[in-house]
Nanobody, 116 residues
């Protein structure tokens, strides 16, 4: 297991931007770095869904609903993954979770609320 800590969630108006961070402060780089990292989100009453994923080499994929608005990135030297969210919509409101794919580890989640 990798201990993951998300931060950056808050309330924002539609059209605004946020950057979420996911740190693995206790992970050794040989465990953190090779694994893809992903961001998921879960809105009230809905299933958790994949938002974006990045490979260890930096290849990315996105949910159709966030393409062109969200950008996932990682800094392996800091053992951190990021999710830059622009042009936020009320339907982006959810708890956002960081996921270390190879170990199956999850963070505790960070709340993002977008008001119209």
């Amino acid at each position: 297991q990798v201990y993951l800590v998300e931060s950056g969630g808050t309330s924002v108006q539609a059209g605004g931007s946020l950057r979420l961070s996911c740190k693995a402060p206790r992970a050794i780089t040989s465990v953190f770095n090779p694994s893809p990292m992903a961001w998921y989100r879960q809105a009230p009453g809905k299933q958790r869904e994949l938002v974006a994923q990045i490979s260890n080499a930096g290849r990315t994929k996105y949910a159709d609903s966030v393409k062109g608005r969200f950008t996932i990135s990682r800094d392996n030297t800091r053992k951190t993954a990021y999710l830059q969210m622009d042009s936020l919509l009320p339907e982006d409101t959810a708890v956002y979770y960081c996921h270390h794919v190879e170990t199956g580890s999850w963070g505790q989640g960070t709340q993002v609320t977008v008001s119209a």
